[in-house]
């Protein structure tokens, strides 16, 4: 398991963007698949997007492909999720989640992590 942070989150209009980002604080990133997951208020838990151990494949989910970004460095210190075009669906709190499986080429279950953030929020405002 690794502890993971969650910043980048606040206020933003409709058609906005806003981008977050994952760290691993007194660790690191490298070795691990990571995803985003988010959450809002009377709904279940969503999957976001996920990015493979090596960076090289990502995957989406419906709502959010073409508009959100999911992007890590290489040296394994941080994740991001880039999103544009936000609308009033997408206010949530956006988790990070991490598992050291690194042949994983796509994990969309909130449970087969081992490893999650705290959550920052997004907020969406007409």
């Known amino acids: 398991q690794v502890q993971l942070a969650e910043s980048g989150g606040g206020v933003v209009q409709v058609g906005g963007s806003l981008t977050l980002s994952c760290t691993a604080p007194?660790?690191?990133?490298?070795?691990?698949?990571v995803a985003w997951f988010r959450q809002s208020p009377g709904k279940e838990r969503e999957f976001v997007a996920f990015?493979?151990?090596?960076?090289?494949?990502?995957s989406y989910s419906t709502s959010v492909k073409g508009r959100f970004i999911i992007s890590r460095d290489k040296a394994g210190t941080m994740m991001w999720l880039q999103m544009n075009d936000l609308n009033v669906d997408d206010a949530a709190v956006y988790h990070c989640a991490a598992d050291s499986d690194v042949t994983a080429t796509s994990m969309r279950v909130w449970e087969e992590y081992d490893s999650w953030g705290q959550g920052t929020q997004v907020t969406v405002s007409v």
């Open positions: 990015i493979s151990y090596s960076g090289e494949i990502t």
């Open positions: 007194g660790s690191t990133l490298h070795g691990y698949a």
